[in-house]
């Protein structure tokens, strides 16, 4: 099998050579119980400490301010088990309506469960209005959640802003910053942010291990009860891939100032490529702040679910926001947000590079995307001039 031409980073990224080396010996000769006193499980419980003093290095964070979990999402559901049971007279929750589903659909369980739930709007930019959210904050706001860096956009809210307005208003806020971190930098301890959650899956580890950071003076509830994760996370700690999450935050800290550039860079080519060689094409998001990795384009004319076939027949991984079954592509609730109309949105592809990515790679990509995209117009305008005459 030839081996995939890989434009999708934000969906999931390979493991990292260094990482899987420092996670093989914790599924070979170090398998011993973190929790077991004698020295095979306290070299286990030592490697987790390591971990997590790099995982806090890249966020400029305390050690004791991160809980490894299994991924973002019950990262996520942790983050909001604790501000909610912190004050559980207040009934309102805010957020955007651009989350991930991880988010939205934690939110829509809650709203079953009586929770109102507040959806931010955002322009077509993808960005949200701090005024807006300033408005929407009142004495029943139990939690603000936000997104920092979309991951169908890339458009990064201003989390800094964000973060003053929340601690003006003493409300705890919760940032998902799976797609932010490691492709910007982020310093906790400048930022009155009170729950944050990344996943392994996105920064070059293997998926299934993720981390909460709570700030120091945050609320905790745990939402598996145990001893583990000094009584903050039950459950035998998943020992080489917490390992692998560590010395893959160690990478992106040595890498992100130059990587981000490169990134930038190929994105770039990519992107300006495709415009000089395609016509009826725009890009989505907010292309002045927006994660370095990250296009998102929108191909009019087309439906993205059938120029992502031809692509995967020829090599070529990127996605579409959109869900899709056999039978129906729904539009990404995302740029229905951002106002796009559903054909529109229907028509919007996602490219993501990422540390492996190469020049070589976006050249090819592009001539592979430039017939792909011909090839569905010219099929879409002759079923089109086929049911005009029927
Ligand atoms: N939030 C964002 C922005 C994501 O991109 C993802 C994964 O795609 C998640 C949350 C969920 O992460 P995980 O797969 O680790 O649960």
Redo the contacts with the bound molecule.
Sequence with gaps: MRSPLYLDY???TPIDPTVRQAMLPFLENFFGNPSSSYQLGRQAANAINIAREQVASLLRARSSELVFTS????S?NTAFCSALAAHPEKKQIITSSVE?S??KLLCLELEKRGYEIIWLPVNSLGQLSLEHLEKAITPATALVSL?W???ETGTLFPMEKIATITAAHHVPLHV?A??VVGKIPIDLSSLEIQYL?L????IYAP?GV?ALYIHRHASYQPLLCGFQEQGRRGGTENVASVVALGKAAELASQFLGKEMLREAALRDRLESALLKKLDHLSVNGDLDHRLPNTSHLAFRGIAASTALLLLDEQGVCCSAGSACTSESCDPSSVLIAMGRSAEEALSGVRFSVGRFTTEEEIDHAVEIVVQVIKKVRSLTFTLQEVEKKN
Aim: glycine content about 12%; cysteine-free.
């Design positions: 934000n969906a999931t991924n973002a999402t019950e996520i991930h991880a988010t997104i860096g979309n991951n998902d799976v797609q959650s996943s392994g899956h996105k998926k993720g």
